[in-house]
């Protein structure tokens, strides 16, 4: 029996990358899991990842996005589970589009080679749309789980929460991607203010500040910008690599398990910010 045997743990955004490695990882802790995401293919795939290894799992279908879908599939999971005793808010909008890839080497450029300064443009021109999309799922979605969370933590004094927050929101290491550092920074203050609130009823909160993740999407990335830009990456990363889904998984479980803290921003970054 693992260090979180009869825990239940959920997972939001769990179809893939990240968050299905931290799903993995709990359930090989001994949690039982519910894992959630928009992807109904990708859910259907860490269900049955987590089965394989002799896990339980409940898949929930959810756009976090959207209050009422957050308290239907609470519903669903107490209807199964009775109860949640870890919440990893992980689902998340990130900036992986045409346009975010050409900012992202624009700044890695800027940062690494001795050109002119100047401003490089990035909000100045963003428009509505593109800002406001990712504070649905990252702030919104985040605010929604946690409520749903506390409202049965609170009554039993007991709970992990787990936010995901990222290095974009404790530094400058994401300039090229503003809108996303802001949701980001927004994790990261919501954790220390909920952490302070809750940590007397027994529920500690904190979030993981991940660098560079070695996701298949990131692998991608390197792979099609070519040797010159991965260089320019490593020159601001001492480790001179990306941390492994694996490596971060470690510390979520380790944060979903007893210990002392309450309101960490813990932050696996390979030396980028230290």
Not at 23 to 51: F, H, M, P, Q, Y
């Amino acid at each position: 029996m693992g260090q979180l045997h009869n825990r239940i743990a959920l997972v939001t955004g769990a179809g893939r990358g990240l968050g299905r490695t931290i799903a993995l990882a709990l359930a090989d802790a001994g949690a039982s899991v519910a894992i959630c995401d928009i992807d109904a293919d990708n859910l259907e795939t860490t269900r049955a990842a987590i089965e394989a290894r002799g896990g339980e799992c409940l898949a929930l279908h959810c756009d976090v996005s959207s209050s009422a879908a957050v308290d239907a599939m609470f519903a669903q999971l107490v209807a199964r589970f009775g109860t949640l005793h870890i919440l990893v808010n992980n689902a998340a909008r990130v900036p992986e589009g045409e346009q975010d890839t050409v900012r992202r080497n624009q700044h890695y450029t800027y940062m690494t080679t001795p050109v002119p300064r100047q401003s490089l443009g990035f909000t100045s021109a963003m428009s509505d749309a593109e800002w406001l999309r990712f504070w649905d799922v990252n702030v919104h979605g985040m605010f929604y789980c946690t409520r749903a969370a506390l409202r049965l933590m609170e009554p039993q004094r007991d709970g992990k929460i787990i936010n995901i927050a990222s290095i974009a929101g404790i530094s400058a290491m994401s300039a090229h991607s503003p809108h996303y550092s802001a949701t980001k920074g927004a994790v990261v203050a919501f954790t220390r203010s909920v952490a302070a609130e809750v940590a007397g009823a027994n529920i500690y909160v904190n979030a993981v500040a991940p660098g560079g993740v070695q996701t298949p999407q990131f692998e991608q990335y390197l792979a099609a910008v070519g040797e010159e830009k991965r260089n320019q990456l490593w020159q601001v990363v001492p480790a001179g690599r990306l941390g492994t889904m694996e490596e971060y998984a470690s510390l979520v479980t380790y944060l979903a398990g007893q210990h002392y803290l309450v309101g960490q921003i813990i932050s696996p970054n390979g030396g980028a910010v230290i």
